[in-house]
């Protein structure tokens, strides 16, 4: 079993930074796919950014060059550096992680409790 537990949410001004991160505990090793999910007010759940097991990382199109996930040497902490916040950002973020490759959004096997992040003036 893997627990992921999610810290970092807030409320933000547009344009303005914020960094998620998420403590991973448990049978780390057996996971292949980490990465980060959210799910916008009236939206459903969509994967935003991963780290795959070979090491490079995918993004959602709307948020490639924005935002930038990555993840501590040994595992325990997978964090999403969010620059450049706009009102459509404003979700609930779930850290996620999957026991597969490349896995689809319900192949994620574990997911955190969600931490709201809400952009606004």
């Known amino acids: 079993q893997v627990q992921l537990v999610e810290s970092g949410g807030g409320l933000v001004n547009p344009g303005g930074t914020l960094r998620l991160s998420c403590v991973v505990s448990?049978?780390?090793?057996?996971?292949?796919?980490v990465g980060w999910a959210r799910q916008g007010p009236g939206n459903r759940r969509e994967p935003i950014a991963a780290?795959?097991?070979?090491?490079?990382?995918s993004y959602l199109d709307s948020v490639r060059g924005r935002f930038t996930i990555s993840r501590s040497a040994a595992k325990t902490s997978i964090y999403l550096q969010m620059n450049r916040l706009t009102l459509e950002d404003t979700a609930v973020y779930y850290c996620?992680?999957?026991?597969?490759?490349?896995?689809?959004?319900?192949?994620?096997?574990?997911w955190g409790q969600g931490a709201q992040v809400t952009v606004s003036s």
């Open positions: 448990g049978n780390i090793d057996s996971l292949k796919t």
């Open positions: 996620i992680a999957a026991r597969r490759e490349y896995p689809t959004l319900s192949q994620y096997d574990y």
């Open positions: 780290i795959n097991s070979d090491g490079s990382n």
